[in-house]
């Protein structure tokens, strides 16, 4: 392979951004169906605008619609870690002395 081609599919990779996690969480709230419907509540609240646009710029989030909807999705995440700790809770047996 030239080298030039070489290049041209590596910087085209280097160009892919990766998905925020605003933005993951986005689409596994929609691929749960958490988006569907017609039904919508109408939320508003006050917030600092250096927040606001911390939130955006590593969010990506182009509206401050989509910033609320990301915010919401991650929220409405399970927390794997708790789950871990309900289900193993107790595993470890009376004796198990921890290294502290």
Do not use: C, W
Request: zero cysteines; hydrophobic letters at 40%; proline letters at 6%.
């Amino acid at each position: 392979m030239p080298r030039a081609a070489t290049l041209r599919r590596t910087t085209a990779k280097k160009q892919e951004k990766p998905q925020s996690s605003g933005a993951v969480a986005l689409d596994e709230a929609r691929e749960f169906g958490l988006l569907d419907g017609e039904r919508t509540e109408h939320v508003s609240f006050r917030a600092p605008k250096a927040l606001l646009d911390a939130a955006r710029r590593e969010s990506g989030a182009e509206s401050l619609t989509e910033l609320g909807l990301m915010a919401l999705a991650i929220l409405a995440q399970p927390d794997p870690f708790k789950k871990f700790v309900k289900e193993n809770y107790g595993a470890l047996g009376p004796d198990h002395t921890l290294d502290i």
